[in-house]
C-alpha cells in the first residue's frame, strides 16, 4: 500500500479519489504476486501467468463508442464501428465508474505509446485487474524511473472489467462498455475482462493523433535486416503478422502497431500479443520460448494441474493469446525504431485457396488491397460460421481501430509508398489446391522461403506472369519452390472448379469495394477487382 499522498499522487487527472489500496507502478514480479493472492489466475509451469477472461474471449466490437464531441465530430468515422455516445450520457457512465472505482484495491501503470519521443502519448492505466496492469506494463513502453518522476498522463483509462454498464443509465448497448473521448482524453472500459481492450483503446487514440501529425498509423508488424532494410507486414489476425515477422535472421521491430513518418518507422507499442493456438517450438520458436517465460500473461490457455501447456486446446476459445515484453524475442530492436521502408507485404489468409502464394503490386493495387483489407474466416476459428469459407473485408487491415474515415490513411499510405519508392507484395498464407477442407494450407517453409527471396530483392530482379484473374503480377520460378504452388490453378483438381471459385471471390472484392469508388483516383479504380461479366 503506498500513502495516501504518494495515492492522490498515482490517480493525478483520473477523477478517481483514493479510497482502498493504490499500487502505482510496480514491476512485474510483484504483480504476480498480487494476481496470485488476489486468485485472478495461477502460473503455468514455466512461471508465465494464465488467467481467464470471462464471457469475453476477444474485443466487442458492437460495444465500442466514440463520445459525440464539437471538435472532433466531423472528423470521426461515425457508423458501426465508432457509434456515437452523447456526451451526458458519457459523464454518467465516467461518474459511476469512477465512483466504483474508488471502493476498489487498484493498480496502476504509467507507460508510454510511441517509441519516437517526438510522437509519443503518456498513459495511466487504472484499474481493479493485477494481472490486466501486467498485461499493460508488457505491451506499452516502460518510462525509466526519471521519467515516471512528475509523469503526467496524456490519456487515461479508467478499466472496471468487473463493473456492469446500465444500458437505460449509461446509453450503452449491454453491461459492457468501451468509451472514448477525444475532447477530455479518456477512455471508460466496463463489463469485459479481456485485456486486448486495453491495448486497442490506446491504437484507436494513435489513430486519431497520429495524421495530424504527418505520420501514417498502421495495423502492421515491423522487422529490419542486416543491411538496415524495414520490412512492414499488414494483415488480420490469423494471416501470419506476428509469425512472419519473428525471423532469426530480421530484428523485430514490433508485432502489431505502428508509425511511419519523415522520421521512418516506430513502434506503438514495447511488448506483443500474440495469438498462440497451435504454436510450435518447430515452426514458431521465437514465439513458443516467449509463451514459457516468467512474467508473460496468457490469456485462455489450458494447462494440465502441473502447468503444463497445451495449445492446442481451444476449450475456452480459438483466440488463445500470449502478451510479453517485446524484448523476450531474441532478436529485437531495443529502441522500437527503424528508417523507411524498403518493402511492404500485405498477408491475406485466402481460405477459397485461389490467390497466388505471392505477388508483386502496383502502387495503385497496393492502395486497392489495402482499403480493401481481405482475409477470409473458416469454420472453427469463429462462432457461426459454415462449412464455406466467409471472406472478410476489414479496411487498412484494422477497420475496428479507425476513428477517421479509411480514405485519410489510405492516401497517406499511397503518398508514403510513392515518396520513398516501397516496393509492394501481397502474400496468401492460406489454402492451395483447393479451398479450405478439400485443399491445405500454406508451407511455413514456403512462405518463409517466398519473403526471403522478396526482401533481399530477388524475386523483384525476376520474371513474372500476370495473374488472368487476379491482375497480379505473380513469379514465374522461385528457387525451391515448386511451379503448382506458384499457379494455384494448376494445383486444384479441377480447374473449372478454380474458376468458379475465383470468379466467386472477384464478386466479392467488387462489392465491397463499391463503398470507396467515390473516394479514390482513376489509377486506383483502374485496378480494382471485377468479376467477370
Request: with cysteine; aromatic share 8%; charged share 20%.
Amino acid at each position: 500500500m503506498i500513502n495516501d499522498v504518494d495515492a492522490t499522487d498515482a490517480l493525478a487527472g483520473t477523477g478517481v479519489v483514493p479510497g482502498r489500496q493504490v499500487h502505482a507502478n510496480l514491476t512485474a514480479p510483484a504483480l504476480i504476486a498480487h494476481s496470485l493472492r488476489l486468485r485472478e489466475g495461477r502460473l503455468s509451469a514455466d512461471g508465465a501467468m494464465m488467467v481467464a477472461t470471462g464471457i469475453h474471449t476477444g474485443r466487442s466490437v458492437a460495444d465500442k463508442f466514440v463520445v459525440d464531441e464539437p471538435a472532433s465530430r466531423d472528423q470521426v468515422w461515425w457508423g458501426k464501428i465508432n457509434q456515437r455516445l452523447p456526451g451526458d450520457r458519457f459523464a454518467t457512465l465516467q461518474a459511476r465508474v469512477q465512483a466504483y472505482l474508488q471502493g476498489q484495491e487498484l493498480f496502476v501503470q504509467d507507460l508510454y505509446a510511441g517509441a519516437d519521443p517526438a510522437h509519443r502519448v503518456r498513459v495511466r492505466l487504472v484499474t481493479t485487474g493485477a494481472w490486466q496492469a501486467l498485461f499493460a506494463r508488457n505491451v506499452f513502453i516502460r518510462p525509466s524511473e526519471a521519467e515516471l518522476a512528475g509523469f503526467e498522463p496524456d490519456y487515461v483509462i479508467l478499466h472496471a472489467p468487473h463493473f456492469a454498464a446500465d444500458p437505460a443509465i449509461d446509453g450503452v448497448r449491454s453491461s459492457t462498455a468501451i468509451a472514448l473521448s477525444f475532447a477530455q482524453k479518456r477512455i471508460v472500459i466496463a463489463g469485459s475482462e479481456y485485456a486486448g481492450e486495453i491495448k486497442k483503446s490506446i491504437f484507436t487514440v494513435m489513430n486519431w493523433l497520429a495524421p495530424e501529425q504527418g505520420v501514417l498509423p498502421m495495423h502492421c508488424s515491423a522487422n529490419i535486416g542486416k543491411a538496415g532494410d524495414v520490412a512492414l507486414f499488414f494483415g488480420l489476425s490469423g494471416t501470419g503478422k506476428t509469425t512472419l515477422s519473428s525471423d532469426p535472421h530480421r530484428a523485430l521491430i514490433g508485432d502489431d502497431e505502428h508509425g511511419w513518418g519523415d522520421g521512418g518507422v516506430f513502434n506503438f507499442e514495447g511488448g506483443c500479443y500474440a495469438k498462440v493456438i497451435n504454436l510450435s517450438a518447430e515452426a514458431e520458436p521465437e514465439i513458443w520460448a516467449a509463451t514459457h517465460r516468467f512474467g508473460t500473461v496468457l490469456e485462455n490457455v489450458i494447462a494440465d494441474d502441473h502447468g503444463r501447456l497445451d495449445l492446442t486446446d481451444k476449450t475456452l476459445t480459438e483466440n488463445t493469446r500470449a502478451c510479453y515484453p517485446v524484448d523476450y524475442i531474441p532478436n529485437v530492436v531495443a529502441s522500437g525504431r527503424g528508417g523507411q521502408p524498403r518493402n511492404l507485404v500485405m498477408l491475406t489468409a485466402d481460405a477459397f485457396g485461389v490467390l497466388p502464394p505471392i505477388a508483386r503490386l502496383t502502387p495503385a493495387q497496393a492502395m486497392y488491397h489495402f482499403l480493401s483489407g481481405y482475409t477470409a474466416r473458416v469454420a472453427g476459428t469463429e462462432k457461426g460460421l459454415g462449412a464455406e469459407p466467409e471472406a472478410t473485408f476489414s479496411t487498412c487491415f484494422g477497420a475496428p481501430f479507425l476513428p477517421r474515415p479509411p480514405e485519410v490513411y489510405g492516401r497517406m499510405l499511397e503518398a508514403m509508398i510513392e515518396r520513398h519508392g516501397v516496393t509492394c507484395w501481397l502474400v496468401n498464407t492460406g489454402w492451395t489446391g483447393g479451398k479450405y477442407g478439400t485443399g491445405t494450407r500454406m508451407s511455413i517453409r514456403h512462405t518463409r522461403a517466398l519473403l526471403r527471396h522478396a526482401l533481399d530483392g530477388t524475386l523483384a530482379a525476376g520474371s513474372f506472369r500476370t495473374d488472368p484473374f487476379f491482375g497480379l503480377a505473380v513469379p514465374e520460378t522461385v528457387p525451391g519452390i515448386p511451379a503448382e504452388v506458384l499457379d494455384p490453378r494448376r494445383a486444384w483438381a479441377e480447374e473449372a472448379e478454380y474458376d468458379r471459385t475465383a470468379r466467386a471471390l472477384l464478386a466479392r472484392f467488387e462489392a465491397n469495394f463499391a463503398q470507396f469508388d467515390a473516394a479514390v483516383g482513376a489509377e486506383v479504380r483502374a485496378a480494382a477487382l471485377r468479376a467477370a461479366a
